[in-house]
T-cell receptor, first 112, second 110 residues
Framework: SQTIHQWPATLVQPVGSPLSLECTVE??????LYWYRQAAGRGLQLLFY??????ISSEVPQNLSASRPQDRQFILSSKKLLLSDSGFYLC???????????FGEGSRLTVL | DAKTTQPPSMDCAEGRAANLPCNHS???????VYWYRQIHSQGPQYIIH?????ETNEMASLIITEDRKSSTLILPHATLRDTAVYYC???????????WGLGTSLAVNP
């Protein structure tokens, strides 16, 4: 069966510090991968999308970047965090563009 | 993708059926209706989807009106663990274009 894991689960970082959130998928190959952010009281916002290794699409301009160094690994990064980067970050995968999304457990980031 | 409208919150007694409505009056012919739910501080979980026929799986039933302008997600015997935010999404086949609203916060009460 397929599983998705992301870590760390919670993170408290000072403004200006770097960020790295990691996500891995097991039990499938060549998944579509997604990073979402969910701010308090807001809906899910798609940040990045990837159809393959090294192929990243950014959906909104922001202070973050994403990379996909391996088929089932997706990393969300920032060189210098802003207060507005606080939120609940979710990694997800799907078998194809139109299929069900399967989400990880989420990473709660607080920037102070 | 179609914009959907859901009530912000609902209550349901444990053991009773929970009927969650969703309006999607602008849905186009090729758009599916997807339902997800999100338990507090967890990632969303896929529940069910349908195009125009009613669907049932081990989690829920989905009833879509004949004109496809609205649908209802039915949890036949709600439990406390069904307390979550439920999202109804119109989906034309591209996950990148999904519009996630605020959903319906369902509280199942003992």
């Amino acid at each position: 069966s397929q599983t998705i894991h992301q870590w760390p689960a919670t993170l408290v970082q000072p403004v200006g510090s770097p960020l790295s959130l990691e996500c891995t998928v097991e039990g499938t190959s060549n998944p579509n991968l997604y990073w979402y952010r969910q701010a308090a009281g807001r809906g899910l916002q798609l940040l990045f999308y990837s159809v393959g290794i090294g192929q990243i699409s950014s959906e909104v301009p922001q202070n973050l970047s994403a990379s996909r160094p391996q088929d089932r690994q997706f990393i969300l990064s920032s060189k210098k965090l802003l207060l507005s980067d606080s939120g609940f970050y979710l990694c997800a995968w799907s078998r194809r563009d139109s299929g069900e999304l399967f989400f990880g457990e989420g990473s709660r980031l607080t920037v102070l | 993708d179609a914009k959907t409208t859901q009530p912000p919150s609902m209550d349901c007694a444990e053991g009773r059926a929970a009927n969650l409505p969703c309006n999607h009056s602008t849905i186009s012919g090729n758009e599916y209706v997807y339902w997800y739910r999100q338990i507090h501080s967890q990632g969303p979980q896929y529940i069910i989807h349908g195009l125009k026929n009613n669907e049932t799986n081990e989690m829920a039933s989905l009833i879509i009106t004949e004109d496809r302008k609205s649908s209802t997600l039915i949890l036949p015997h709600a439990t406390l663990r069904d307390t979550a935010v439920y999202y109804c999404i119109g989906h034309a086949g591209n996950n990148r274009k999904l519009i996630w609203g605020l959903g319906t916060s369902l509280a199942v009460n003992p």
